[in-house]
């Protein structure tokens, strides 16, 4: 089986992201759900072509079969998740600055303006999804996916992500989703990675990378 189908190991320790995400929920997000979902996918693409792809591919190559719906479900989603923890960064948050600072003012008006829309995407993703920034044909956009959907089927660049899943925070914030999200724009997010994401040379590269 291919390393890069293997759990990747989170870019941080266990307890890192503490107090707004425990160790005690990484443990089960990280070491249940998401390897589960690695697994499944070494599982079902064992001895087919895909067996030796980059996750990426694989996750593309399912979303334009529908039979393979069960594939593009496990595939999407362990790469949702691994996208999802270099997004965050212990003492993260704040405002960007930068290139990426002067795109989000720019694109949505201010940061904070950016922050509300973001947390509207969050918040407002009925049941279980993903709250995104893509660029989308040069612009910045917010936009939410439900379950394993990703940006990454719709010709879109992911440079952020924030799992809504319950699982991702109900251990720690129970039913209190928007102080999940709060905490994520405030105290987590890793900018350095997303402006990594927004100007790097071979953005394809980038998301075989991750992924």
């Not at 996918?41 to 087919?48: K, L, N, Q, R």
């Not at 995104?132 to 940006?151: F, H, M, Q, R, Y």
């Amino acid at each position: 089986m291919a390393d890069r189908l293997k759990l990747p190991d989170l870019p941080y320790e266990m307890k890192a992201l503490e107090p707004h995400i425990s160790e005690r929920t990484l443990e089960f997000h990280y070491g249940k759900h998401h390897a589960t979902y690695v697994k499944k996918t070494s599982d079902a693409v064992e001895g087919t072509p895909l067996e030796k792809q980059p996750l990426v591919n694989i996750v593309r190559a399912a979303a334009q079969d529908k039979e393979q719906a069960g594939l593009f479900n496990n595939a999407a989603q362990a790469w949702n998740h691994t996208f999802f923890w270099h997004c965050m960064t212990p003492k993260g948050g704040h405002e960007p600055s930068g290139e990426l600072g002067k795109r989000i003012s720019g694109d949505f008006g201010s940061f904070d303006a950016f922050c509300e829309k973001f947390e509207e995407a969050a918040v407002g993703q009925f049941g279980s999804g993903w709250a995104w920034l893509v660029e989308d044909g040069g612009k910045l956009d917010i936009v939410s996916t439900s379950n394993a959907d990703t940006p990454l089927v719709h010709g879109k660049t992911p440079l952020l992500t924030l799992d809504v899943w319950e699982h991702a925070y109900y251990l720690d914030y129970q039913n209190r989703r928007p102080d999940f999200v709060k905490a994520f724009l405030e105290h987590l997010v890793n900018w350095e990675f997303v402006e990594q994401n927004l100007v790097s040379g071979d953005v394809e590269e980038k998301l075989r990378a991750v992924g």
